[in-house]
T-cell receptor, first 113, second 113 residues
Framework: DADVTQTPRNRITKTGKRIMLECSQT?????MYWYRQDPGLGLRLIYY???????NKGEISDGYSVSRQAQAKFSLSLESAIPNQTALYFC????????????FGEGSRLTVL | GDSVTQMEGPVTLSEEAFLTINCTYT??????LFWYVQYPGEGLQLLLK?????DKGSNKGFEATYRKETTSFHLEKGSVQVSDSAVYFC????????????FGKGTTLSVSS
């Protein structure tokens, strides 16, 4: 079983719909992240959380919100999806100490029509 | 701000050719540097890392040396295989509290037999 699990893996939705992407981890890490990947743009950080009570905006947080329900769970919401939010979304975790190495889930592909 | 610049791809090579993917960085502090690899349909996984100047990271025949004087962390492999076909991301993390990884845009490598 994957250490970092993302659901759903694929989702097609319509403009204006609310979407939630969920992430759970069994690695026992305190830190969790949401990135989006777009062709030619690499990975860009949306939100990150260093513990259950800590939420931080990343480079591209507009149009997104997050919830850290527990140490192991970090969900990303699109309140009103728009087509330019079509992308591949990755959840990642890391230890509090150490070099900051990230451990990634397998990604959630979202298409907004 | 802090950033990573990678050579643009795609890079197309024949099996057993020598590979170099250039990566340079801009950072306000002293970062840790990483190379991640993304195989088709998968999430990113750490390939190698270096935490201080002159360190050499290595894994699976890939190497990269942290060069502070040229602010570079170029990825090399002496003899590529078809199975090395993937997207490669250079990333940095400033070694201070409250920071996340910053990624380059990725370089696609395609190796043919």
């Amino acid at each position: 079983d994957a250490d970092v699990t993302q659901t759903p893996r694929n989702r097609i939705t319509k403009t204006g719909k609310r979407i939630m992407l969920e992430c759970s981890q069994t690695k026992g890490h305190d830190r969790m992240y949401w990135y989006r990947q777009d062709p030619g743009l690499g990975l860009r950080l949306i939100y990150y959380s260093f513990d259950v009570k800590d939420i931080n905006k990343g480079e591209i947080s507009d149009g997104y919100s997050v919830s850290r329900q527990a140490q192991a769970k970090f969900s990303l919401s699109l309140e009103s999806a728009i087509p330019n939010q079509t992308a591949l979304y990755f959840c990642a975790t890391s230890r509090t100490s150490g070099t900051g190495e990230l451990f990634f889930g397998e990604g959630s592909r979202l298409t907004v029509l | 701000g802090d950033s990573v610049t990678q050579m643009e791809g795609p890079v197309t090579l024949s099996e057993e050719a020598f590979l170099t993917i250039n990566c340079t960085y801009t950072a306000t502090g002293y970062p840790s540097l990483f190379w991640y690899v993304q195989y088709p349909g998968e999430g990113l996984q750490l390939l190698l890392k270096a935490t201080k100047a002159d360190d050499k990271g290595s894994n699976k025949g890939f190497e990269a040396t942290y060069r502070k004087e040229t602010t570079s962390f170029h990825l090399e492999k002496g003899s590529v295989q078809v199975s090395d076909s993937a997207v490669y991301f250079c990333a940095l993390r400033i070694n201070q509290a409250g920071t996340a990884l910053i990624f380059g845009k990725g370089t696609t490598l395609s190796v043919s037999s």
